[in-house]
């Protein structure tokens, strides 16, 4: 069998039994794309097909798209790697440690040993965190009336940080940060920088923070996955006007746009709209950044967001400037050295230099690692291995 017939298969026999509401994939290699497929409805509600320009939230598969503009500006030299982030951003400067809480439930903080970079910031490793995946993350939330990220009010990244800077991994806001960043040194709001200087070099005219009269149409619903397993269409809004744009998580847009962008790191940084990035700065963003440390799994919070993520034992995981990377291959068949990272509603990608490939699938499941969609995506990526 083919690709296309194996891989339209696999999803069409998900959506069938009920296991996702519709799913988008597709696979690209340098040239063009090699697979695409539509399967399922864009909402249990609606009778609506999902389609291959089905628009969704793709959630933090937007920091990879935050990292390139940052990096953009690296390469100009308007901003560098290692010198403390407060110099873009003074408010950074204001950024404590949390130590715990006192009698009273109020956080006791203190000053961190280093500042925070904008190398830390792209790595995970600025010691910010998300509440939903730390418990006490959502006491000081609550002892201090900060508002979730997904409200997009600025106050949301006025949170601690939960070790000193370079200490460790830990997943989190500091990419909403590197969206102020890129706001503060180009003077453009990130959208706008993003549409000039990154969307419409890779030629992605389907990705927004908030979708145009011509997405929205098109977008399919997100669905919560229920203790007893049922799917049930959900209303979870980003604001229509944003406080700020979310720059770790804020994007709406179609599988077949961000697999332009795949393919555009494929081709180490050339798109169809001129050179997005050189090649020796996809090089370094795609090779480890963390050192001796490693990308860990991640406790669950709040398991209306999030399952808890585990990572393949024995498969050592570190991060670049902008994904997670594999140093061993997986048994999906995908090589060590690898890219890949996701967005919470359970929309995947992976970006493959070695055989020159990669992935998009696109689902509107929350919490993320679902126990059905996080399967058939890695089934999925099997699947295109067996058939290349």
């Not at 695409?36 to 864009?42: K, P, S, T």
């Not at 308007?78 to 956080?107: H, I, N």
């Not at 990705?207 to 009269?213: D, E, K, L, N, R």
């Not at 068949?333 to 699938?361: E, F």
Request: charged letters at 20%; a negative charge; proline letters at 9%.
């Amino acid at each position: 069998m083919s690709l296309q017939a194996q891989a339209d298969a696999l999803l069409k026999r998900a959506a069938d039994a009920g296991d996702v509401p519709g799913v988008v994939a597709m696979v690209t290699n340098r040239e063009g794309t090699l697979y695409e497929g539509a399967f399922g409805r864009r909402s249990l509600a609606d009778p609506a097909p999902m389609t291959t320009d089905t628009v969704g939230l793709i959630a933090s598969m937007t920091k990879a798209l935050t990292s390139t503009a940052a990096l953009q500006l690296l390469e100009q030299g308007r901003v560098d790697l290692d010198s403390p982030a407060s110099r873009w951003l003074p408010q950074l400067a204001e950024a404590e440690v949390l130590e715990g809480f006192d009698d009273a439930g109020q956080p006791r903080t203190r000053p961190p040993k280093r500042p925070v970079t904008l190398r830390h910031l792209l790595t995970h490793t600025s010691g910010f965190g998300y509440e939903f995946l730390s418990v006490p993350l959502q006491k000081y939330h609550e002892a201090r009336r900060v508002p979730s990220i997904f409200g997009c009010a600025l106050a949301a990244l006025r949170q601690p940080l939960l070790f000193d800077p370079g200490e460790r991994w830990q997943y989190g806001i500091g990419i909403d940060w590197v969206g102020q960043l890129v706001e503060a040194v180009s003077g453009q709001k990130l959208g706008a920088y993003l549409a000039q200087h990154v969307l419409g070099p890779v030629g992605m005219q389907e990705t927004a923070f908030v979708p145009t009269p011509d997405m929205a149409p098109r977008l399919a619903r997100i669905h919560q996955r229920g203790p007893d397993g049922k799917l049930v269409p959900l209303d979870f809004p980003l604001p229509q006007e944003p406080e700020f744009e979310m720059g770790g998580g804020g994007l709406f847009g179609t599988a077949g746009d961000y697999l332009k962008f795949v393919r555009m790191i494929l081709n180490r940084g050339l798109a169809i709209g001129g050179r997005v990035l050189r090649p020796e700065t996809v090089e370094l963003m795609s090779s480890n950044q963390l050192g001796a440390l490693e990308v860990l799994p991640a406790k669950s919070a709040n398991p209306l967001l999030t399952n808890d993520m585990a990572l393949p034992p024995g498969i050592p995981h570190r991060w670049g400037l902008a994904w997670m990377i594999n140093e061993k291959p997986l048994p999906t068949g995908r090589p060590a050295g690898s890219l890949m990272w996701a967005g919470l509603t359970n929309s995947y990608y992976w970006i493959d230099p070695h055989t020159g490939i990669g992935g998009v699938v696109l689902m509107q499941i929350l919490p993320f690692a679902d126990v059905k969609a996080m399967p058939l995506f890695l089934n999925f990526e099997y699947t295109v291995y067996q058939n290349l």
